[in-house]
């Protein structure tokens, strides 16, 4: 054994409240997050998981060594041991006997709301509700041209105007709040709640494990802004047409809706994007999806290429075609559209020129790729 090598008989000891993900998939692989709270998080292998679960201060590493081997066919060499512990302890994830990050209180204002809306997030409830904003949307999808008809009176008028900017206002706010209180409900205790700058973050609610929960979580906003439509959609045809009432109903009802819809969309940002990831258990999905088409030409091609499982093919496969697909067509839109308003100025040159920036805009989007959270295992390849 040289000096750089761990003794067999230390039991070495993860930070007690570091969190880890269920396992997920990135691309062709698979992997958990690490994150200790206030701080950065980080990627692990599955072996690597199975390590730094069971480095709790009571097994030795032989302990662990021996249920690595019997799990994995393979012992653990004494680099690997050494890279993975001064890994984890260059990221602050290992217990050293010093102060950990003061826990960060739930607010009694959202665990009072929590409390008393549990009954709101039981099963029986959701389809209840899901089936009620359904038959909700059902019924107004071809009542839109009269719902426009209606609210142009409220949308050419200031003081209606500014009504329905404050309902979607407060629409937004309470958007945060539900999002805040379907977190604490499932446990998250690191929420942040800013409802005047329309922001809401729980650090630890990536790390839920049930993955229905997640999913909750990230419907909560969009399910409450659909709920506050309810109300104007219900008043509207039973006041006297042409009334101001009436035409302000109906305006709040189209951008309610709006409001509540657009959150649905699976694309990110937006919570719909959030919420497909969860039911897929995929992280990054759109940029994987987008590597992953581009990497089957090659594929064809040479043969080579990273292999993915069979679920990551079909998800990543749909989700970027599909992504493809939308983004041509609101390219397509855009081009059309610039191209229009400007060509009695510059003629042809105008849809030449809207194509060429809409062409630039999405090349320097796409090639600007977003960093990837760092491996706890390792500086550069997996330990194990």
Request: some cysteine; hydrophobic content about 50%.
């Amino acid at each position: 054994m040289t000096a750089t090598e761990p003794p067999k008989t230390q039991q070495p000891r993860v930070r007690p409240d570091l969190l880890i993900s269920r396992e997920l998939g990135r691309g062709p692989d698979r992997i958990h997050l690490l994150k200790a709270p206030g701080g950065a998080t980080f990627e692990v292998s599955p072996k690597e998981r199975f390590v730094i679960s069971r480095l709790n201060g009571l097994l030795s590493m032989t302990e662990i060594g021996d249920q690595y081997a019997a799990r994995f066919a393979r012992r653990l060499g004494p680099a690997q041991w050494s890279q993975l512990l001064w890994a984890l302890g260059q990221r602050e994830l290992l217990d050293t006997g010093g102060s950990l990050a003061a826990p960060v209180r739930q607010r009694p204002a959202l665990r009072r709301l929590a409390e008393a809306s549990r009954w709101i997030f039981t099963g029986p409830t959701g389809v209840v509700l899901a089936a009620g904003l359904l038959t909700m949307y059902a019924c107004l999808a071809p009542a839109v041209p009269r719902l426009w008809r209606d609210a142009t009176g409220a949308f050419g008028d200031w003081r209606s105007m500014l009504m329905i900017g404050a309902v979607t206002y407060l629409s937004a706010m309470l958007h945060e709040l539900a999002h805040a209180v379907a977190a604490t409900r499932f446990g998250c205790a690191a929420v942040r709640i800013n409802l005047v700058a329309l922001s809401c973050k729980a650090e630890d609610y990536p790390f839920l494990p049930s993955r229905g929960q997640q999913v909750v979580v990230a419907a909560a906003g969009g399910v409450l802004n659909s709920v506050l439509v309810v109300p104007f959609a219900v008043v509207w045809p039973l006041l006297p047409p042409g009334s101001a009432g009436r035409s302000f109903a109906a305006a709040a009802v189209l951008c309610g809706a709006v409001q509540s819809l657009v959150n649905f969309v699976p694309v990110a940002p937006l919570d719909g994007y959030k919420m497909l990831s969860h039911l897929l258990g995929l992280v990054s999905l759109g940029p994987e999806s987008r590597r992953y088409l581009w990497s089957r030409p090659r594929k064809w091609l040479t043969g080579r290429g990273l292999p993915y499982p069979r679920s990551a093919r079909i998800a990543l496969g749909l989700y970027g075609l599909a992504w493809h697909t939308a983004t041509a067509a609101a390219a397509t839109f855009v081009v059309y559209a610039a191209g229009s308003l400007l060509a009695p100025f510059l003629g042809l040159a105008a849809y030449a020129g809207s194509a060429a920036v809409v062409v630039l805009t999405l090349t320097l989007w796409l090639t600007a790729r977003p960093p990837r959270p760092v491996r706890a295992g390792s500086t550069q390849q997996p330990a194990m």
